[in-house]
């Protein structure tokens, strides 16, 4: 057989398989539950367990507050699916959010420390809602389920005409994989789009900035450029046929390209900030423990940009500093403490690293007042003794 002649033949093969693919699943009504012995309704059971763990979760965030205001930008863009969401916070520092096709929500703190306005987030909500409103998890099972199917099929067909004809047809086989598993990841990639735009335009119809959407992506730009792995920066940069998301700048592009000619709307910058600020600093905590300490500064330095909650940003800076220990990091670390104490939300721990650093600098005279100060400060604090010996030892020097 020429090499023409199997080309056909594996084509031939693909077309066959792949004729009974599943049509796309059709936008989903208000108010609908599925026939529990239905696919949807097997993965609406295998969700409810998945929620029920989310909600006995350690990292649920229990602040009620703080979860009804996030339900409620959710239901600023998903106004006649509100009572069918449930919205989940969890304190878990990556920029994330996801939805169940049962209407289980969660929004994780990396995403509500990285938005910076309340039209930031109503997009991403929105984009959630987007998987949710055109059943993407039912018609991503199907279209997996198809492909698989496919491949399988291509392989054994493959491999009979091989021995048929005389002909090594292994290639093929893995050539049907392959089409498979770009397929899958093609389809993915589609969504994705597809859901960027229902975001926008629900955060639009909710009276909302339209570029807020694209500024979403463009922080993220910022802080994959800047990150301390060469894997993370080089990400952006690796386009594949299998990618599962769209790369940033393609997103980018096409919602700068929705926002043209549209009107300005509302941000909501301060009044989103005065919600995430009760955690902020906890927040800030969790970003470090990713060690991405590169990253983490853009984002402080993002963040305090609104000339809001410097204090705690500022001594947030000082950390990353003092963690990373680059040359000069600890001057850096000591500096940022000193201009946090300036400000009157800066956390009394300021004035233990203030002091720690001092010290380590060669000026104790400075240590010795920091000490003091936190010392009058914390005076229920737990590390109480080990600033006292700290300065008991420093003053009995010569």
């Not at 199907?142 to 491999?159: R, Y």
């Not at 000490?371 to 590390?383: G, H, I």
Request: hydrophobic share 40%; charged share 25%; proline share 4%.
């Amino acid at each position: 057989m020429t090499s023409r002649g199997v080309a056909a033949l594996a084509a031939g093969l693909l077309l066959t398989a792949t004729s009974g693919l599943p049509v796309l699943a059709q936008q989903r009504p208000p108010g609908l539950v599925p026939d529990p012995t239905s696919v949807e309704g097997g993965l609406w059971g295998a969700m409810e367990r998945t929620e029920a763990e989310a909600r006995r979760s350690a990292d649920l965030n229990s602040d009620p507050a703080l979860n009804d205001y996030v339900r409620g930008v959710a239901c600023r863009v998903a106004v006649e699916y509100c009572g069918e969401i449930r919205v989940y916070v969890m304190d878990r520092p990556y920029l994330n959010a996801q939805m169940a096709p049962n209407g289980y929500m969660e929004v994780w703190s990396g995403l509500l420390l990285r938005a910076e306005n309340e039209a930031q987030l109503a997009f991403v909500l929105g984009h959630e809602l987007g998987h949710f409103l055109e059943n993407h998890s039912l018609e991503r099972w199907n279209n997996n389920k198809a492909w698989a199917t496919a491949a399988m099929v291509v392989s054994v067909g493959a491999g009979v005409a091989g021995a048929y004809y005389g002909v090594d047809m292994r290639g093929i086989g893995d050539l049907a994989y392959l089409a498979a598993v770009a397929s899958v990841m093609n389809y993915s990639r589609s969504q994705e789009e597809e859901a960027d735009a229902i975001g926008f335009e629900r955060m639009v119809a909710a009276g909302l900035e339209p570029t807020a959407a694209a500024a979403v992506w463009r922080q993220q730009q910022a802080e994959t450029r800047a990150s301390t792995f060469r894997s993370v920066r080089q990400s952006e940069a690796m386009g594949s046929v299998f990618r599962t998301h769209p790369l940033t700048a393609e997103r980018v592009a096409a919602l700068d390209t929705l926002a043209r000619d549209r009107p300005g709307g509302r941000e909501e910058r301060e009044r989103y900030r005065a919600a995430m600020r009760p955690h902020l600093a906890a927040w800030l905590a969790d970003d470090l423990s990713r060690r991405d300490f590169n990253a983490s500064l853009t984002l402080t330095e993002r963040l305090e940009r609104d000339g809001l909650d410097l204090g705690v940003l500022e001594f947030h800076r000082g950390q990353i500093l003092r963690q990373r220990r680059d040359d000069g990091d600890l001057e850096l670390a000591r500096d940022a403490y000193l201009t946090a104490t300036g400000y009157e939300d800066a956390p009394v721990a300021a004035w233990r690293e203030l002091g720690d650093l001092q010290a380590r600098l060669g000026d104790p005279e400075a240590a010795r007042v920091a000490w003091r100060t936190y010392l009058e400060r914390a005076t229920a604090a737990d590390d109480r003794w080990i600033v006292e010996d700290s300065l008991t030892a420093l003053e009995a020097k010569p």
